[in-house]
Structures are given as structure tokens and as C-alpha cells.
């Protein structure tokens, strides 16, 4: 130990030339900046990373295997444990495999319902990237910032579902109950006051020049590479490409919402930051169209044996309540078959392959995490890079360790 | 997903292109699933992505028919075109005494992890990975935890001792 202390330099200098020495760095898995339950292995020469393997499984609870063994309706509840940012997104794409199997209509008020709740999700998400990420490279005000719109998006999923963190709000058919008396009002109050939420945002982070010299030119992947690495959602569109599975291959009437697909050319940072701020401003658009076409009407799809009746119904006829008593006791059965059901989730290609056998449970449920991709690329992006930029290139990834080890 | 009439157009290309290629097509649900052989796997996506515009692999994931089927086990790629934005679906049948595929990382790099996943959870070898071991469990774990005959609370409780 003393050898150590006796080795400290009198002065520090700065050095631009390989020490020819390798050092191994453990970071995490209880690391803060890993976002969760992250390891990654860093093989470092002074404070340049020459490699960097990521470590995971930490979380991993065997969720896709818990499918199999839970009925239908009850995988709805896991979906929601995976990526807990962007809960709703998870249910979205389990039921629309479900249903697109059971080939059921949704009726028009929950489809709208389904697009607003996502996109209120999204911004939700995006608020705790854009806090964590600027935490971890010292910009602490924004943080607080970013919550505290959380909180009121969290708050009306709370008027809606009961749940805040775990809505578990759409289900096969439709959605679980209808948006509670007074709902579109608060939602209203809540995106008439985003706008000014937005400009502070701009002025913390995108004004910071702190903020911008950590982030420009730091993880750079090229629009080549990032296909080929698989990478979708922002961290794609960050590196020019457009591409959004909501116009792409639209779902729940995305294709009649106006909005526009940002895209950053440069593949670095900076590029996904700026993608991910001009999404809220999107999304933001598509929560002001969706609450203008909310009208009165039915809320679940007319499909009496899938989904649950009316309690009301239930006192008066006696099929309501023997159809009730099947799906509770004994779940429904979908038709044998295969579906891959890819959304636009907050993170990127959310996508639920379903495999049924004509039984009231799935055969095989396997979910495409988009941060389970995405954080396959950060060796690609963080070797030859200095170990303080890995946090940065972490945060710009914006993964959730719950989807990557499901 | 959309347009699974120029799916099946592109299928008989791929049948003219090598016949091997193609075992069987299936068309459900506007989604086209093609049957290739697992040696030529490698040589199919080679061409589908650079002839066809399918650059984007979105996915890979192992499927469990249950003990008693042979072949016991499938490997679905899901591919995705950046450029036409269409999707479609190869999948490998395998036997359960050889669970072997061609990888498919020389043609996406991004087949690395979800290669290492399907051989995690099923068991399924990549011949030719040049990092094939096991990812979301720990590597000294018995068995392959997806597999239909592997019981759902496991054999033993699992201690990282």
C-alpha cells in the first residue's frame, strides 16, 4: 500500500501517449452511471479504453419462460417488469401480438387512447434518459427538471390505470376501464404547460457548453455500422437514418397522426441527444391530435369471449357472467399460429414474437429489447475512447438493464 | 408486413437463385415465412441483404416444439429493410441430437448477441461464432432454462457460490 502513496507525483501532467500498460476496470455492476445492473469489463491503457465487454444477466428473472406458464391476460402484468420506463409500450406490443392471432378489431376510442397513453410514455421515458444521462455528466438542476414533468405524466397513468409504474392499462381487446371523468382536462393542462417545460430543457442542456463539448464527436457509429449493429429507434435515427415503425409499418392508426421523424446526421452523442429532444416536440404533437380526436364510444373490442364483460352486464345476463367466469377461471384460447409484432418503442424496435399452439397459454413468448441491441454496440462505440466519455456514450444509449435481462 | 404478394415474388427469386435455398414457404397473417436448411442459412441472409435490401436483422430467437417433436427446435431470424421497410422471416428447424446452424455474424454483426441468447437459453450451436458462450445466466449453469423439459423453478436453487 505504502509503495502506492510513495508513487503519486509531484505535480500531475497531462499524457497523450499510450503508457503501454493494461489495466483491467470492473465497473458495476453497482456502478451509478451503468444505469442498473451493468458490468462492464474495461480493458483500459492509462484512460483510454481499449476494450470494453459488457457484462449482463443480473436481473435476468426468466420472464420469457414465465410466459409459457402464465394464460394470456396474465402476461400483460410481465410486459410491464421489463422495460418499467416505457411500461405501456411493453403492454401495446404484447396484446397487439395477441390480438393480431386472435385477429380482432379495436374500436376507434381505444385505439386513440392506446396512441396517447404511448406518447405521454414516451415523453416520460425521454424525461428520465435526459435527467440520468445529464446527471451522470454533472449537470445536476435539469434532473430535477425532467421528474417533475415525469411526476404529472405519471400521475394521470395513475388516474387511468392505478398503477404508476406498472399500468398493466391495455389489455387483449381493448383497454382495461374507460379514462376517468375530468381526464382530457387535466391531460390538456398538462401538454399546454409541456411547451414551457420544453424551452427549459433547451436552455440547460442543448445552450450548455459544457454539455455540448462532452457530447459532439464523443461515440461516434456511422450509419453503416449502426445497421449493421442492429441499432433502432433514436440511436439509429441519431446516425441518419430515418426510420420510425410508426410510419414504417404503422400500427393503432399512426398513419393518420401528423408528425415528423427527426434525424441527426453526425452518429454521436450530441446526434442522439438532439434526436431525442426533437422527439419530444413530436410526441408532444401527437398527445395534442390524439386528445382532440378522443370522442365518446366503446373502449374493448366486441369479442365477448376475450374480453371481460361489463359489470353491469354481468348482473343481467346470465351469458355475460358465464363468459366472465371462462376467462378468469380458464383463460381464452388463441388459435395455433406465429406473429411478430414490432412497435416503435421509446427506446427503439420493440418487438413481440408470439408463438401460439391453440392452447389458453403462449407456446413461446420472446421479446426484441431494443436496449438489449443497443447495448451490444457500445464496445463498438467506446473503444479508443476515454473512460469518462463510456458514461456518456451509456447515458446517449438509454438503455433499461430490466428489458436487456428480462 | 404490408405487401406479402412481393414477398412470395422474392421467394421464387430466391428458388431460382439456388433451389436448396428454400424447403418450404408459409404465408399467415401477412407475415411470409421462409424454410431454409440450416448449412445455407448464412449464404441466404449473404444474399437477401445485399440483393434484396434486407439490412437490418431485428431479430433472432429459438422456439422449443417440446421433447417428444423432431425437429425439436426452430430459429426465426426476423429481417428488416431500411429501404423497402417490409419484413419477413426465415426459420431453421433442428433436430435435438444435432442442434447445430451456420452463424450469421460474418453478415450482421448484430447476430453476436442474440446468437449467444438463443444458444444460452436452448441450447442451439452457431457453428462458426467466434464468441459463443452464454450470456444472461452464469456460465457455470446447468442446463438451458427455455428448453420445454426444463422445469420451470430449475433443478436446484442456484447459488453463486
Same mark, same amino acid.
Given at each position: 500500500m505504502s509503495s502506492v502513496v510513495d508513487n503519486i507525483p509531484g505535480q500531475f501532467e497531462v499524457l497523450d501517449q499510450s503508457l503501454e500498460t493494461e489495466m483491467t476496470l470492473s465497473m458495476g455492476p453497482q456502478h451509478?452511471?451503468?444505469? $442498473?445492473? /451493468?458490468?462492464? @469489463? !474495461?480493458?483500459?491503457?492509462?484512460?483510454?479504453?481499449? #476494450?470494453?465487454?459488457? =457484462?449482463?444477466?443480473?436481473?435476468?428473472?426468466?420472464?420469457?419462460?414465465?410466459?409459457?406458464?402464465?394464460?394470456?391476460?396474465?402476461?400483460?402484468?410481465?410486459?410491464?417488469?421489463?422495460?418499467?420506463?416505457?411500461?405501456?409500450?411493453?403492454?401495446?406490443?404484447?396484446?397487439?401480438?395477441?390480438?393480431?392471432?386472435?385477429?380482432?378489431?379495436?374500436?376507434?376510442?381505444?385505439?386513440?387512447?392506446?396512441?396517447?397513453?404511448?406518447?405521454?410514455?414516451?415523453?416520460?421515458?425521454?424525461?428520465?434518459?435526459?435527467?440520468?444521462?445529464?446527471?451522470?455528466?454533472?449537470?445536476?438542476?435539469i434532473f430535477f427538471f425532467c421528474f417533475k414533468e415525469r411526476e404529472k405524466i405519471l400521475n394521470l397513468i395513475e388516474a387511468a390505470s392505478g398503477g404508476r409504474m406498472t399500468p398493466s392499462y391495455f389489455?387483449? $381487446?381493448? /383497454?382495461?376501464? @374507460? !379514462?376517468?371523468?375530468?381526464?382530457?382536462?387535466?391531460? #390538456?393542462?398538462?401538454? =399546454?404547460?409541456?411547451?414551457?417545460?420544453?424551452?427549459?430543457?433547451?436552455?440547460?442542456?442543448?445552450?450548455?457548453?459544457?454539455?455540448?463539448?462532452?457530447?459532439?464527436?464523443?461515440?461516434?457509429?456511422?450509419?453503416?455500422?449502426?445497421?449493421d449493429w442492429g441499432l433502432t429507434g433514436p440511436c439509429l435515427r441519431g446516425?441518419?437514418?430515418?426510420?420510425?415503425?410508426?410510419?414504417?409499418?404503422?400500427?393503432?392508426g399512426y398513419e393518420t397522426y401528423d408528425f415528423d421523424i427527426p434525424t441527426e446526421p453526425d452518429g454521436d452523442v450530441w446526434g442522439r441527444f438532439r434526436v431525442r429532444m426533437r422527439e419530444l416536440y413530436e410526441s408532444h404533437k401527437i398527445v395534442r391530435q390524439a386528445l382532440e380526436r378522443l370522442k365518446p364510444g366503446p373502449i374493448k373490442a366486441d369479442a365477448p369471449k376475450v374480453v371481460l364483460p361489463d359489470r353491469d352486464d354481468m348482473r343481467k345476463h346470465m351469458d355475460s357472467l358465464i363468459h366472465h367466469f371462462l376467462i378468469v377461471a380458464e383463460g381464452f384460447n388463441i388459435p395455433a399460429g406465429e406473429v411478430y409484432m414490432p412497435i416503435e418503442g421509446s427506446k427503439g424496435e420493440l418487438g413481440v414474437y408470439m408463438k401460439s399452439d391453440g392452447s389458453s397459454k403462449p407456446s413461446r413468448v420472446h421479446v426484441r429489447g431494443p436496449s438489449f441491441i443497443n447495448l451490444s454496440a457500445l464496445p463498438a462505440m467506446s473503444e479508443g475512447e476515454m473512460i469518462a466519455d463510456v458514461v456518456a456514450i451509456i447515458g446517449s444509449l438509454d438503455i433499461v438493464l430490466g428489458e436487456i435481462d428480462r | 408486413m404490408a405487401n406479402t404478394e412481393a414477398l412470395l415474388g422474392l421467394v421464387e427469386k430466391l428458388r431460382g437463385e439456388n433451389a436448396a435455398w428454400v424447403s418450404d414457404v408459409r404465408e399467415a397473417l401477412g407475415e411470409v415465412t421462409v424454410f431454409v436448411p440450416g448449412d445455407s442459412i448464412s449464404a441466404v441472409c449473404e444474399y437477401l441483404k445485399?440483393?434484396?435490401?434486407?439490412?437490418?436483422?431485428?431479430?433472432?430467437?429459438?422456439?422449443?416444439?417440446?421433447?417428444?417433436?423432431?425437429?425439436?427446435?426452430?430459429?426465426?431470424?426476423?429481417?428488416?429493410?431500411?429501404?423497402?421497410?417490409n419484413r419477413l422471416r426465415l426459420k431453421v428447424l433442428l433436430s435435438e441430437d444435432a442442434p447445430n446452424v451456420r452463424t450469421v455474424t460474418n453478415v450482421w454483426k448484430t447476430a453476436d448477441w442474440h446468437e449467444r441468447e438463443t444458444f444460452d437459453m436452448f441450447g442451439v450451436v452457431f457453428e462458426g461464432h467466434p464468441d459463443l458462450r452464454r450470456i444472461l445466466l452464469p456460465s457455470d449453469f446447468d442446463g438451458h432454462a427455455l428448453r420445454k423439459d426444463y422445469p420451470l423453478r430449475g433443478y436446484e436453487p442456484y447459488s453463486m457460490n
Open positions: 451509478p452511471s451503468t444505469h $442498473g445492473v /451493468l458490468r462492464l @469489463d !474495461l480493458r483500459l491503457d492509462g484512460e483510454l479504453v481499449i #476494450k470494453a465487454i459488457p =457484462d449482463i444477466g443480473y436481473l435476468h428473472t426468466g420472464m420469457e419462460k414465465l410466459f409459457e406458464y402464465k394464460k394470456y391476460q396474465q402476461g400483460i402484468v410481465i410486459t410491464d417488469r421489463m422495460d418499467y420506463l416505457n411500461p405501456l409500450g411493453n403492454n401495446l406490443a404484447y396484446v397487439m401480438a395477441a390480438e393480431k392471432l386472435l385477429q380482432i378489431e379495436i374500436p376507434e376510442r381505444a385505439q386513440v387512447i392506446r396512441v396517447l397513453f404511448c406518447e405521454l410514455q414516451r415523453i416520460a421515458s425521454h424525461m428520465v434518459w435526459l435527467g440520468t444521462s445529464a446527471l451522470d455528466l454533472g449537470a445536476m438542476s389489455r387483449i $381487446g381493448g /383497454l382495461m376501464m @374507460d !379514462l376517468p371523468a375530468g381526464f382530457d382536462r387535466r391531460c #390538456k393542462q398538462f401538454s =399546454d404547460n409541456f411547451a414551457d417545460a420544453l424551452n427549459t430543457f433547451e436552455t440547460l442542456a442543448t445552450g450548455n457548453t459544457i454539455w455540448q463539448s462532452r457530447t459532439q464527436g464523443v461515440g461516434v457509429i456511422s450509419r453503416e455500422d449502426a445497421i446516425s441518419g437514418v430515418e426510420l420510425d415503425i410508426r410510419r414504417h409499418n404503422p400500427y393503432t | 445485399h440483393s434484396e435490401g434486407f439490412d437490418l436483422l431485428a431479430d433472432i430467437c429459438g422456439a422449443d416444439l417440446g421433447p417428444e417433436e423432431d425437429p425439436r427446435f426452430e430459429v426465426n431470424y426476423h429481417l428488416f429493410s431500411t429501404i423497402h421497410f
